[in-house]
């Protein structure tokens, strides 16, 4: 089955600064990849999603890069606010009718 | 995903005994998930459902039970079998379909053993 692994477990970033998150996948049929970001106590919330026909999307100051070869994507959080700070969870799907992988999360504190 | 509800916000659980929580959603979702959340882990799948009448188990079904009697509906019982219950619980809904593949989480409800 799908194994889907992220990196780093933490990050510590000063305010302005950027933030890079990654997750590598093991199953070469998944073909989409959301991203949820999770405060404490609260539901996790989509953020940003890509398919695997596109190479990079981006909202705002958010991006997600996909690299199917290789099997990993990240994203990506430009000049950085405290309130990004959360746990950012990324996960890998086959698409339509088929169920998420999530990996382990990325603990994000943003410093001011 | 202000469209899925959760109930009770919080649960106590005695020894031994079987407690249901209640997932809600009126976004016309076909298909509903049910996920346990650990301290500082991720999301783990208890048991999903893709229609009315119909789910399967996910990576932990263990001492959980569910029923899909309505499409609105994914209540998920918690037996006296799981010995760890102990958790945070949330419910998902996707509404299925090409390009329709995400999942949309209600507020949780979390689970503590007296």
């Known amino acids: 089955g799908e194994n889907v692994e992220q990196h780093p477990s933490t990050l510590s970033v000063q305010e302005g600064d950027s933030a890079v998150i990654k997750c590598t996948y093991s199953d070469s049929a998944s073909n989409y990849f959301p991203w949820y970001k999770q405060e404490l106590g609260k539901r996790p919330q989509l953020i940003i999603d890509i398919r695997s026909n596109v190479g990079e999307k981006k909202d705002q100051r958010i991006a997600v890069t996909l690299n199917k070869t290789a099997k990993h994507f990240s994203l990506h959080i430009t000049e950085t606010q405290p309130e990004d700070s959360a746990v950012y969870f990324c996960?890998?799907?086959?698409?339509?009718?088929?169920?998420?992988?999530f990996g382990p999360g990325t603990r994000l504190s943003v410093l001011p | 995903d202000g469209g899925i509800t959760q109930s009770p916000k919080y649960l106590f659980r005695k020894e031994g005994q079987n407690v249901t929580l209640s997932c809600e959603q009126n976004?016309?979702?076909?298909?509903m998930y049910w996920y346990r959340q650990d301290p500082g882990q991720g999301l783990r799948l208890i048991y999903y459902s893709q229609i009315v009448n119909d789910f399967q188990k996910g990576d932990i079904a263990e001492g959980y039970s569910v029923s899909r009697e309505k499409k609105e509906s994914f209540p998920l019982t918690v037996t006296s079998a799981q010995k760890n219950p102990t958790a945070f619980y949330l419910c998902?809904?996707?509404?299925?379909?090409?390009?329709?593949?995400?999942?949309?989480f209600g507020p949780g409800t979390r689970l503590l053993v007296l």
């Open positions: 996960a890998a799907s086959r698409g339509y009718g088929q169920n998420f992988v």
């Open positions: 976004l016309n979702h076909d298909a």
């Open positions: 998902a809904s996707s509404p299925q379909g090409a390009g329709q593949e995400t999942q949309y």
